[in-house]
């Protein structure tokens, strides 16, 4: 397996940088397949009733823990392998993500084959979870490292595709269901069989094309900053030094708080719709509603990311800090004088600055700690979105189901998470401000620096403490 | 002086990296990417994408009829 190697995937003279981001999309367009797993949620609560749920059958509480367990073992994994990620190369680690999420599919296929629960948590969720972390950070660090003059647009095209994934994912397993089901069966081992594989393929399609730069090299007429400017360094901050900054867990807390803000309400947007414009808004209306949010959380990604190349990290989430808090604001108030429109486009701004934060942070990050370890750091920064993953839908969901207990209406049942969630960008501008350059104290020193760049490698790295 | 133990990985790690420098040596003589290259990596991504956001803006105009 040594074609996996690090060494093995330097780029030869000639090569193409615009190569690599459809690389990094093979692995996104894959991975992101989890935002469209509720697909199969109801026919898994049929698969011994066939027509309706039968005694014995899963519900979708037992289901929607799938989801759930995948989401957090992303965040921990990426956390975990990050450094590994880092040092062993982006083939290394898209090849185990491959692998990961298609034998996922495979062990998933088994438990619904079985009718066992357990099976499929353990498969989709832990196995299948891993591969989630391991190929969201994968291709990261690479796009950096060829794109120094764009990171914010390079990055932003990978993880526009995690985005974009469920366009693909949601109608695909719709029609494969569709294809493997009888009048007595219900086709979600077949698809989960099918998708196991052709996910594999095209994320080693990936794996293979992804190329390194070679050490020294640089984009034609770029010239690096010889001095670091106030808040874009030239040094490299080691992985877990990064950790003792004020810098890492300001960016955590923002991140954090713009991930609440739109998970949230992505969960909630049709039924949030529906209630607070009864009769305006019909169930058909809020199905395109939530189609139009995906396709501006995917646009988000780009936009935002290439946009901050220009106005800057720090003046990118202000925008988002401050257009979050007067959108959320806003929809109250659209809500009281029967405004869809301004409803509608409050959550699309929403809804983009949501993608957008996930795909403006490599960048941020490279910023502030450099490239070397950029990977490894974004994989600890993950963790946040595990955090907003429980944050978010319990905000919006439980405060809701309060507030109607308690006599409200529906349609003025989700005000007070929304003045909760303007004051929470509140709290992200404040952490967002204190942002400023990491100390020198955390750099890495100038002689290991020199070494590992000679070796193409990061796996002498010494922190600067050490 | 080496003992042993550790002369076995001077040597073991002086092969690895000689067999390193020789790959990459090997890789660097090859010619670089093709127009029709990029094409098809642009092509394999973009159409899968494509179709799906297309899907997607059928259903989202639901919204406003």
């Given at each position: 397996m040594s074609f996996l190697d690090r060494s093995y995937s330097i780029a030869k003279p000639g090569f193409n940088r615009w190569v690599v981001p459809p690389a990094a999309l093979c692995v996104h367009l894959c991975i992101g397949q989890a935002y469209a797993f509720s697909v199969f949620n109801l026919p898994m609560t049929k698969?011994?009733?066939?027509?309706q749920p039968a005694p014995g059958d899963w519900s979708i509480p037992e289901l929607g823990w799938i989801f759930s367990i995948a989401i957090f073992v992303l965040g921990f994994s990426a956390a975990i392998f990050g450094r590994w990620v880092e040092e062993g190369g982006p083939r290394r680690a898209m090849f185990t993500a491959a692998l990961c999420w298609g034998i996922g599919f495979l062990i998933s296929a088994f438990g619904v084959y079985i009718h066992n629960i357990w099976v499929v948590y353990f498969g989709y969720g832990f196995i299948g979870g891993i591969g989630l972390g391991i190929g969201y950070i994968s291709p990261v660090s690479t796009l950096i490292k060829w794109f120094p003059d764009r990171p914010g647009m390079a990055t932003g095209m990978a993880i526009m595709g995690f985005g974009g994934a469920a366009f693909i994912a949601s109608p695909l397993s719709v029609w494969l269901m569709g294809l493997f089901s009888t009048s007595t069966h219900i086709g979600v081992a077949e698809t989960f069989i099918v998708l196991g594989v052709v996910y594999f393929v095209f994320m080693m399609v990936g794996a293979f094309i992804v190329r390194l730069p070679a050490p020294g090299w640089k984009p034609e007429g770029y010239v690096a900053p010889a001095q670091a400017s106030k808040l874009i360094t030239t040094s490299d901050v080691y992985v877990y030094d990064a950790l003792k900054t004020p810098q890492f867990w300001c960016i955590w807390i923002v991140l954090c708080i713009n991930v609440t803000a739109g998970i949230g309400v992505i969960g909630q947007a049709s039924a949030m719709a529906q209630e607070m414009f009864p009769g305006k808004i019909t169930a058909v209306a809020a199905a395109g509603f939530v189609g139009l949010m995906s396709l501006f959380n995917m646009a988000g990604r780009f936009f935002w990311a290439s946009t901050s190349d220009y106005i800057g990290r720090k003046n990118t989430y202000f925008c988002f800090m401050v257009l979050g808090f007067l959108m959320y604001c806003t929809v109250p108030y659209s809500g009281s004088i029967g405004s869809v429109v301004g409803f509608v486009l409050a959550f699309l701004v929403i809804i983009s600055m949501y993608g957008g934060g996930f795909a403006t942070v490599p960048a941020y990050l490279r910023d502030m700690f450099g490239t070397r370890y950029v990977g490894a750091i974004h994989g600890l920064l993950i963790t946040a979105w595990s955090m907003a993953g429980i944050f978010g839908p319990v905000l919006v969901n439980y405060i809701r189901q309060y507030n109607i207990d308690h006599g409200v209406p529906k349609a003025q049942a989700y005000n007070v998470t929304m003045y909760i969630m303007a004051g929470l960008f509140v709290i992200g501008f404040i952490a967002n401000a204190l942002i400023k350059a990491v100390d020198a104290r955390y750099h890495m020193k100038a002689d290991n620096n020199a070494d590992r760049a000679q070796l193409g490698v990061g796996a002498a790295a010494k922190p600067a403490g050490a | 002086m080496l003992t042993a133990p550790n002369w076995v990985s001077v040597q073991r790690r002086n092969r690895l990296a000689h067999k390193g420098e020789t790959h990459m040596a090997d890789t660097n003589q090859q010619t670089g990417t093709t127009g029709m290259q990029l094409a098809l990596a642009w092509l394999f991504v973009g159409i899968p994408l494509t179709w799906g956001v297309i899907q997607t803006l059928i259903n989202s105009m639901k919204l406003f009829q």
């Open positions: 698969l011994l009733g066939i027509t | -």
